[in-house]
């Protein structure tokens, strides 16, 4: 029994949930917003889609491994199901082709790194701060 425990994780304690400072982007006049505070401060987007298992899969790696503030970028989440009309618009404003899930880093306007699916974890966001 101690071996499957092991394996399995037989801890009984309940493993406290990571909060991350997002910020829910759910309308079209927050992409000048972020266009704009771009100029002095990173933003990142990231888009997820509630539906796929790969998604939550990336997302879930993604918010294990961030170890940033607030105060070092602002990070956006799109649920791209429930906002295809802001998916689509970050996608023509920021000329990056749709997919899902997916990171936008953006300064001064412009996109300067974008990943999707597994790449989205090797993005080092500590280099655009």
Same mark, same amino acid.
């Given at each position: ?5 092991? &394996?399995?994780? !037989? %801890? ?7 909060? &991350?400072?997002?910020?829910? &982007? ?13 100029? /002095? ?9 509630? =539906?796929?298992?790969?998604? =939550?899969?990336?997302? %879930? ?9 607030? %105060? @070092? ?8 199901? $429930?906002? =295809?009309?802001? +998916? $689509?618009?970050? !996608? ?7 997919? +899902? ?6 300064? $001064? !306007?412009?996109?300067? /790194?974008?990943? +999707?699916?597994?790449?989205? @974890?090797?993005?080092? &966001? +500590? =280099?655009?701060?």
């Amino acid at each position: 029994m101690g071996l499957i425990k092991k &394996l399995f994780g !037989g %801890n009984s304690e309940p493993k406290e949930e990571k909060v &991350l400072p997002w910020i829910a &982007l759910n309308d079209l006049k927050q992409l000048e917003v972020i266009a704009k505070k771009s100029a /002095t401060k990173t933003q990142v987007v990231f888009k997820h889609s509630t =539906r796929c298992g790969i998604s =939550r899969m990336v997302m %879930n790696q993604f918010v294990d491994a961030y170890d940033l503030t607030e %105060n @070092n970028l602002d990070l956006y989440y799109l649920d791209l199901l $429930n906002y =295809r009309e802001v +998916s $689509n618009e970050v !996608g023509y404003k920021f000329q990056v082709m749709h997919e +899902s899930p997916q990171i936008l880093v953006i300064k $001064n !306007g412009v996109v300067v /790194t974008h990943a +999707s699916h597994g790449q989205i @974890n090797a993005v080092d &966001l +500590s =280099r655009f701060v």
